[in-house]
């Protein structure tokens, strides 16, 4: 489940809780953290990656809590990288049963029909995906 912290990104976890509760699946909330920023961070007052790191540890620390408070396993996962490529190699190289992702993210730019990094994981997942819109 790729969380981070829009509203696309808490109804898939939602949904992913629908998914795993009666079957008694555990939910892992993956959080990837951009090596370079999308834009200039003048003014910032932490690096870049601490900020980013921060903020991703802090939507973990949420999705656990509502995880948590409706009777599901959960353990959270921070990396860094490109989030498109990060989820599919989780995903796969963990042999995950499902990618439970949301539409669109963050990411600044809106496609046409899906968010890019949505879409991208469906292209490069070999796990099956669930979009949730």
């Known amino acids: 489940m790729p969380l981070d912290g829009s509203k696309p990104s808490l ?10 509760r009666p079957i008694g699946a555990r939910i892992t909330g993956l959080c990837v953290i951009p ?11 932490t690096s870049f990656k601490s900020y980013m790191t921060d903020g991703a ?17 959960f353990h959270g996962k921070l990396v860094y990288g490109d989030a498109s490529i990060e989820i599919a190699r989780f ?13 669109r993210g963050r990411s600044g730019l809106k496609e046409l029909f899906l968010g890019s990094v949505a879409n991208s994981v469906v292209h490069r997942s070999q796990v ?4 949730i819109k």
């Not at 109804?11 to 795993?20: C, F, P, Q, T, V």
């Not at 995903?91 to 539409?103: C, E, F, P, T, W």
């Open 57 to 73: 540890a802090k939507v973990i620390s949420e999705a656990k809590k509502t995880v948590l408070k409706n009777s599901v396993k």
């Open 11 to 20: 109804r898939g976890l939602d949904k992913a809780i629908e998914i795993a």
């Open 91 to 103: 995903a796969n190289d963990k042999k995950y049963d499902l990618i439970v992702i949301g539409s």
């Open 35 to 45: 090596t370079v920023p999308p834009i200039p961070t003048i003014g910032l007052p």
């Open 128 to 131: 099956p995906v669930l979009v």
